[in-house]
């Protein structure tokens, strides 16, 4: 008895899937079959679709979960990472310095 690997599916496959079940065009065994994944899937990712397409209506300028990034986190990281970087150069300069005789 052979098992298959698990696979993990990217979002754009899923929604290519989704969309396909939502059409109605043809059956979810269909689908699964060419998609060649199980039928019960399909399903769920068609609910999915279902239950999450109006968060693309939502309020313009948020996003998917309605909620706005936050600049200041965006900020402090780079700022962050600007300090480690500027560290890390000094310490370089001071290493090439000492084999430059």
Do not use: C, Y
Not at 2 to 20: D, G, T
Not at 55 to 73: E, L, M, R, V
């Amino acid at each position: 008895m052979s098992q298959r690997k698990r696979r993990n599916h990217n979002p754009e496959f899923k929604a290519k899937v989704a969309l396909e079940a939502l059409k109605g065009i043809q059956t979810v065994t269909k689908i699964a079959d060419d998609f060649e994944i199980h039928s019960n899937q399909v399903t769920t990712w068609k609910t999915q679709l279902r239950k999450g397409i109006t968060s693309i209506f939502d309020t313009p300028g948020k996003g998917a979960k309605g909620t706005k990034p936050d600049p200041t986190q965006d900020i402090e990281a780079l700022q962050a990472k600007i300090g480690e970087l500027t560290m890390e150069n000094d310490w370089l300069k001071k290493k090439l310095k000492n084999w430059s005789l």
